[in-house]
Structure formats: structure tokens, C-alpha cells
């Protein structure tokens, strides 16, 4: 069974940042993508970005120019690097891995506070 591990949320003024990191316990295949999504209470969850297997990534309109997806291959892992964070970011942030199968992880909360 593959788990996704989320780390990195906390709480941060805003115009601060965070980085986010999602390790897989293993080597994924069949897996198109690597995604973050976030969800508010009451509100549906959101993609926020993603990363596909030829690197090509993008991004939610409301996070553009200010977060960055990357990779680590050797790693198994995923970042998601948060600049000029806003109290509107505020969420739980899941890791997703998409394809064939689709995997989840437990999901990090951010808050960013004003």
C-alpha cells in the first residue's frame, strides 16, 4: 500500500511563506501526475497545482506567480513552495498522486493569519 506523507503546513503571517513536502513510500508507477489540492471547511476542494511526468506544470489562477510545484524523482517526493501567503490560503493541503491509481495523502493544514 503507498502512502503519501504531507509536511511542512503551519501558521504564517501573511506575505510569509511556506514549503510543503509530500513523500511517497515508494517509486509510483502508472502515475501521470503529482498535484496539491487545499479545501476550506464548507468549501470544495481545490486544485492548486500540478506536475506532470514530462515536468510541464500548472497552476490555479489565484496561486500563479506566487507557489511553485516541483519534484524529486530520487526522492519520491513533491514540493510545493508558498510565497506571499494570503489569509485567503489558509486550508488543509493534500498531496495527490494521479493516474491509473490515484492516491491521497493525510493532508497538512496552513494557516495564514492577517
Known amino acids: 500500500q503507498v502512502q503519501l506523507v504531507e509536511s511542512g503546513g503551519g501558521l504564517v503571517q501573511a506575505g510569509g511563506s511556506l514549503r510543503l513536502s509530500c513523500a511517497a513510500s515508494r517509486t509510483l508507477f502508472n502515475i501521470n501526475s503529482m498535484r496539491w489540492y487545499r479545501q476550506d471547511p464548507g468549501k470544495e476542494r481545490e486544485l492548486v497545482a500540478l506536475?506532470?511526468?514530462?515536468?510541464?506544470?500548472q497552476y490555479a489562477d489565484s496561486v500563479k506567480g506566487r507557489f511553485t510545484i516541483s519534484r524529486d524523482n530520487a526522492k519520491n517526493t513533491v514540493y510545493l513552495q508558498m510565497n506571499s501567503l494570503k489569509p485567503e490560503d489558509t486550508a488543509v493541503y493534500y498531496c495527490?498522486?494521479?493516474?491509473?491509481?490515484?492516491?491521497w495523502g493525510q493532508g497538512t493544514q496552513v494557516t495564514v493569519s492577517s
Open positions: 495527490n498522486a494521479w493516474g491509473i491509481n490515484v492516491y
Open positions: 506536475i506532470n511526468n514530462g515536468d510541464s506544470t
